[in-house]
């Protein structure tokens, strides 16, 4: 079990027993003092200036992008877009690749079990160029639906986008061997990676997926900032979906040209003190060594399903056992509706997730309007699952159940 | 405050045995509120005969607080006019919302509401039936 909760100032200033990592992580002292330094010291706008404080905010920036492509193992820093986030990055590609390479009958494959940032982007695209859109469900247990899902590839789907791992059931699909059967068929394969990435080690190469996106601020870094990875000759076919400086070779007064791939993709000044946060939050994760945050992650996952299975009334939403699965945890407890839970839970400094968690297409299958969700990070320990149980000890106390 | 004065009985009595939840046939007013941010949804129904609160319906789903001030709400609006209700829905709101609150004795069984001032995030939940009503009667 990993002891670090001594990295993170938020915690000594009252956090709590913060369960909604999945949701936004806490920051360690390294990126909130990388981020401070850097602003206070040598900041400036990059790729612009000749002097001595742009070439270093430029060097600096550029680390970030050559430290996210070693992070997911990727073998050219070219092949990341620096962007604002998960959001941003899969609207890029459903814009950028889907509005231009999609045509009217086209299927996009998604699954039930997609955030809504992978789900909206494709049903904008979808309405712009006529292609469909296909689900793949889920099984009784919480897991993709593996038959499903070979099925719907005999319909020869263009694009197949799917999450690494549940921001709601925590299950965590088995990307790679999906990724090899979709591009088996031909089709694009789109990784959400918002949830996976922070908590398993990712290696683009071993997935074999087209796209992956990830967001910062789930991976302990700052907000306003994120990855998009792409194999470089699909970033080739991407259209950019902003124009602007930064992203051109040559503008004329009717016409423009595109700057190499990945810098036609960052218009305008980009989050540049976030991307030094970025840099730190790589390392402080590497420091740990990411093998050790998923040992972490799955002995507590294992803990907390353990002891809320011991609540009476209490139902889980995913898996019940910690096998391909990570640590957002959701669950309902009797009648008493998810937003008390949060209320009673917050009385007792346990912060939780209650609501659809931006998933509502999935909230429909499991016939739930809502759930809380409680889930885990690095700082997460065992009295965090204990004050949890606790309060939701509380809660049927209140409620009579 | 103890978390017993938000959960009180009678509030737990209207959220599992809510009042008036059989949809009106012709209503003569109506509308549907929802709380995007949590996904609450109220309906409110009305008839009238002349002036007055004939039947009421109010259904919905979402939490404790938000479906027993529904339920709560349908049983104080029953045999008032509209000029009544738009009193009763005002100074019932301000109660929540303004800075200083002293008028429990005129809400009845509503009072038990009064402690969802001390969660700010929640006073949103015990508005929403209102809120619908008011679009009910304005529209």
Redesign the interface.
Request: glycine share 10%; charged share 20%; no cysteine.
């Given at each position: 079990m990993l002891d670090v909760r001594q990295d993170f100032p938020a915690i000594a200033a009252g956090a709590g027993h913060f369960l909604d990592s999945a949701a936004s992580a806490l920051k360690p002292r390294a990126v909130l003092e990388a981020m401070n330094q850097f602003a206070g010291t040598v900041y400036a706008n990059v790729h612009r200036g000749a002097y001595r404080l742009s070439t270093t905010s430029t060097e600096l920036y550029e680390k970030a992008r050559s430290r996210a492509a070693e992070f997911i193992g990727a073998s050219n820093p070219d092949e990341v877009v620096l962007c604002r986030g998960t959001t941003t990055g899969l609207n890029m590609v459903a814009a950028g690749w889907g509005g231009e390479h999609l045509r009217p009958g086209d299927r996009i494959l998604l699954t039930v079990m997609e955030h809504h940032a992978n789900i909206v982007p494709w049903q904008m695209v979808a309405r712009r160029t006529g292609a469909v859109l296909d689900y793949v469900g889920i099984t009784e247990d919480g897991h993709l639906d593996r038959d499903g899902f070979v099925r719907k590839l005999d319909l020869q789907p263009r694009v197949v986008a799917f999450t690494g791992m549940s921001n709601v059931l925590g299950s965590i699909p088995p990307a790679a061997a999906l990724a090899e059967a979709a591009r088996a068929t031909g089709a694009l394969v789109v990784v959400d990676g918002a949830q996976l990435v922070p908590h398993r080690p990712v290696d683009v190469q071993s997935i074999g997926a087209d796209f992956l996106a990830f967001s910062g601020h789930k991976l302990l870094g700052p907000t306003g900032i994120g990855v998009l990875w792409g194999r470089p000759e699909r970033l080739e076919e991407m259209e950019p979906t902003e124009g602007g400086g930064e992203m051109i070779a040559n503008v004329e007064l009717d016409h423009s040209t595109w700057a190499r791939i990945p810098h036609r993709f960052e218009a305008g000044t980009p989050p540049i003190i976030e991307a030094v946060g970025l840099t730190a939050a790589f390392d402080y994760l590497d420091e740990i060594g990411m093998e050790s945050v998923a040992a972490h992650d799955a002995e507590l996952t294992n803990y907390a399903l353990k002891r809320l299975s011991e609540v009476e009334q209490l139902r889980i939403q995913g898996p019940l056992t910690g096998e391909d699965r990570g640590g957002a945890i959701s669950f309902t407890l009797g009648?008493?509706?998810?937003?008390?839970l949060a209320?009673?839970l917050d009385?007792r400094q346990v912060s939780v997730r209650?609501?659809?968690h931006c998933a509502?297409p999935l909230m429909r299958v499991l016939g739930m309007?809502?759930t809380a969700r409680a889930s885990i990070s690095v700082y997460t320990n065992n009295e965090d699952i204990d004050a949890l149980i606790s309060g939701l000890e509380?809660a049927s106390g209140?409620?009579?159940i | 405050m103890a978390l017993e004065e938000l959960y009180r009985e009678v509030i737990l009595d209207h959220y599992r045995n809510p009042r008036n939840r059989t949809a009106l046939e012709e209503p003569h007013a109506a509308a549907e509120g929802v709380n995007p941010l949590c996904g609450d949804e109220v309906t409110v129904e009305l008839t009238f005969g002349g002036d007055v609160v004939a039947g009421v319906s109010v259904r919905g789903h979402g939490c404790s607080i938000s479906q027993s001030s529904g339920s709560m709400m349908g049983e104080a609006i029953k045999g008032l006019d509209r000029e009544a209700i738009s009193v009763l829905s005002r100074r019932f709101q301000e109660s929540l919302t303004s800075e200083d609150s002293n008028s429990e004795s005129e809400f009845g069984e509503l009072a038990a509401l009064q402690g969802v001032r001390r969660y700010p995030v929640r006073v949103k939940c015990a508005l929403l039936p209102w809120t619908t009503l008011d679009e009910a009667l304005s529209a």
């Open positions: 009648d008493v509706h998810p937003h008390d209320t009673i009385q209650a609501g659809h509502k309007p809502a509380e209140l409620f009579g | -």
